[in-house]
Each structure stands twice: as structure tokens, then as C-alpha cells.
């Protein structure tokens, strides 16, 4: 896939281990232009699936019982897995309130 000069994923903070998609349409193979807000440093990641815009992306293979970081902060726990890559939301992630 063609190179994007704009942004397709964000992450809030070098702890994080998952990235949010903020464009419309990322479809599976996308090679994202990923920046990380708290530096404004970049990296390359390729989407393996189609994944909406506000959803997050996995930035290192997860598995089940994995805590999620976003924002610096535990926002959960993987139910499933996920790799480098893919999808991340409710059918793999779950809050650990309840």
C-alpha cells in the first residue's frame, strides 16, 4: 500500500501498548504513519485488519490477561489476543472493574 504522510494512528504515551485509528476506511495491509503525541516521534506499523476509526491497534502481540495501557494508564484487560497489528476492542478487551 501507498505510504500516508498523514497520521492514521495515534499514541498518547511511550508506555502505551495500543495506538488509536484516526481516519475513516484503514483497511487490513495498510502500512500507518503512527505518532506518538507525548514526543511527537513516528513509526510505521501495518494494519492487519480493518479497523474503525476511534478503535485501538495493538502495538506489540497481546494475549489474554495482558493489561492495557493507554494514555500512561491500565485501561484494562486482553479477553483474547491480538497481534502486532491488529484489532483491538470489545471482543478482546474488557475492563477489569467487573
Known sequence: MKANSHPQLLVHDKADNVGVVVV???TAGTDM?????EDNSDFRLTAKADIPIGHKVALKDLKAGDTIIKYGEDIGKMVGSAE???HV???NLKTKRW
Do not use: A, S
Not at 33 to 37: F, G, M, P, Q, S
Open 33 to 37: 504513519l503512527c505518532v506518538c503525541t
Open 24 to 26: 475513516e476506511g484503514l
Open 84 to 86: 502486532v497489528g491488529g
Open 89 to 91: 476492542h470489545t471482543h
